[in-house]
């Protein structure tokens, strides 16, 4: 695909120039704008993405028929996306300044597609510079506070507007297609609870538990005891009230604490998106805790966001949305368990489950945009319409993926001897 | 635990010295030999082994009674044990200049529990001595087609023995425990199939056959074409013989040469066996063949005996047995995936499934042995008597483990939604 086969249409949507013999002249009244537009299109790929500027030029790359329009308000926000194109395009879509005519889903969808098809080629110097690495907020005790406490204490109240009646906020498990969200994620809960082979009676620690829903569920349908740590204060209070609306407060204790701060000894050890927040370098830490906790018979699950391969967060999302976050590769997640000679038992990866619950969450989320609004500002709105919206799109298009991780005491035979048990009844 | 509390028995077997007030005499009475093997025991954390030695001197750790009894012909082969524990235990016992009185899997059950246990701790001076590394046969096209001679060509009346009517010489997945070796070995390979989704008139590509019973399994019931690569001749021959003899030749092409000489594109990649004998540093160019063979829409899996963490294989069974062979943990085999951007949808740990389906094999490998005599000699039996009690106990231990890896391109979405169809009649 080389320079002349591309067009350029005037604003008045005719097309000026077509064929390599009328490009020359049509090259020459090209702005500076356009030729940088093409040369991104050309690197990603050349997506079927139309770029409709603040003068009412149109470009686009070649190939496919253009389906997808974004609307650029300016040339100062055109720039950021070259050079800071992760961060500049989610601050200026917040804003306003940029635009998306269309489904914002499959948009996003395009663009990952294509950009995750040329990360298989070896970058450019323009890509290296659009992959402006950021490094993400560290995660150390003080730090981890801060970080989770700009996320999750926003407010139990904007929350409860889209997550539904059980207040998870982490992927769902949809048995059938069909299932609503509640369903799905009251099957999610079940579904980590066979993992987990829980036993009435038994005690089951959990490192972050968001408002609390899994611990309460697995006090109810498994009647086992649960300690669960957490250091959102604002999930804590709401995790508590529950309990003792529920009738649970003696099954269940929601401990303000930070997960490095566990001990005891537990018959099972869970975290159910968590680990995205814990930094990669506090793995083996984490490991140890697990190992700590768990005597020969005990087994553990982690469920957590991930990659198929080492990659840093989107930027906006980790300067946007989660301050330190980072979702592992599973040779990463693997730090947790080799220290501690743990076995890995079954790996599951949920990524279309996620897709799904993602697209739940943003339908209840716009249907929600008004009272959004009003709770925040308009910016806020258009930020996590961004976030909702890319996620799916990175679930579906493979650039995220959700592993959960059944393990083990090395020596422990007590294991199921198949996984048959997860699918009956 | 201190020296003083240990006992060191007379060849009569009445205690000489018990209790710390009678310790000192009876020390100066003891040998070299015997303070030697107490610092052993006391290395491996005292596991109840007794040793009988050739002079009728009776020596072991202290603590739990004493279950297994070693019995050592002579000093040599005692200090073997101590300047290379592995290769050296491995063949006294074939030379029978080492004998185990009592059950062999539960004594070697006891050492590797023992030996595992200490592996948390850092490794003293004596630990290091006994671990003793061997670099492992490099896997070239040329060395691979040595090593895998020398271990898969010694001979198809051997193997029909003791393997079964399928001739699967790989870990069998055993639905319920009663499940008969045969009827596991079916089980597994109905299990691999529905992990791979094979649909009529699919076409698969498999990379390491073995006597090609897994081709002919998925031919007859999932009536797809299959190409699969060996560089064992004496497998090929009889795969193909089969292959003929069944009425599968058309569907079912075997193929003497390398994996890195697959080219074409299939539905389905398939690997069971086969990895143990590639190599880590190999483990990119394996993934660029399984990602070059599928479409979008592709899926693969790779069954691989493998760790807890990385960790090279007991020395004995790298030089005597399988040569060049390696079990990667779950780290190291993502070197397979992650260059390429394949995802991994499921990995599923058989361990148990190992030991069951070692224990049949070794059961009819002992109702065989006398034949295996004739076919061999007696230091033969023992030495695959060896390592057959040995894997049985590696995989009930948990220093050794199996994983099934189900991976597929990134942006395949035809993965099924849940994993509810493998369980499903």
Known sequence: ???????????????????????????????????????????????????????????????AEMVHQLRIADRATLFTLFTDSQLGFGDAYSDGRISVEGDLIEFLETVYQSTARRAAAPPSLLQRLLNRRYAARPNTLSGSRDNIHRHYDIGNDFYSLWLGSTMSYTCAYYPTPAATLDEAQVAKMHHVCRKLQLQ???????????????????????????????????????????????????????????????????????????????????YPELGRIANQCLPRHGRGLIHSIGRNRPAPLHAWIERRIFPGAYAPSIAEMM?????????????????LHYARTLRHWLARYEAASERVKSMF?????????LYLAGSVAGFTMGTLQLFQVVFAPRDNNEIPLTRAHLYQG
């Not at 500002?377 to 319409?385: A, G, L, N």
């Open 335 to 351: 730090q947790i368990f080799e220290p501690w000679d743990l076995s890995v038992l079954d790996v599951e990866n949920l990524r």
């Open 1 to 63: 695909m080389n320079a002349v086969e591309r067009s350029v249409r005037a604003s008045n949507g005719t097309c000026e120039a077509e064929g390599a013999e009328l490009a020359q002249p049509a090259r020459e009244r090209r702005s500076i704008e356009a030729r940088l537009i093409e040369r991104l299109l050309s690197h990603l790929g050349n997506p079927p993405i139309e770029f409709l500027l603040w003068n009412g030029e149109r470009v686009s790359g070649s190939g």
């Open 200 to 282: 009435s009676g038994q005690s089951v620690v959990e490192a972050g538990c968001g408002w609390g829903s899994l611990g309460l569920h697995m006090a109810r349908h498994y009647g086992v005891k649960v300690r669960a740590f957490n250091i959102s204060h604002e999930q804590i209070v709401y995790a508590r009230a529950r309990a003792q609306a529920e009738g649970l407060a003696s099954q269940v204790e929601y401990v303000e604490d930070d997960y490095r701060n566990i001990s005891g000894r537990y018959d099972a050890f869970v975290s159910v998106g968590m680990l995205e927040h814990v930094g990669v370098q506090n």
């Open 377 to 385: 500002d308009e910016k806020f709105v258009r930020m996590w319409r």
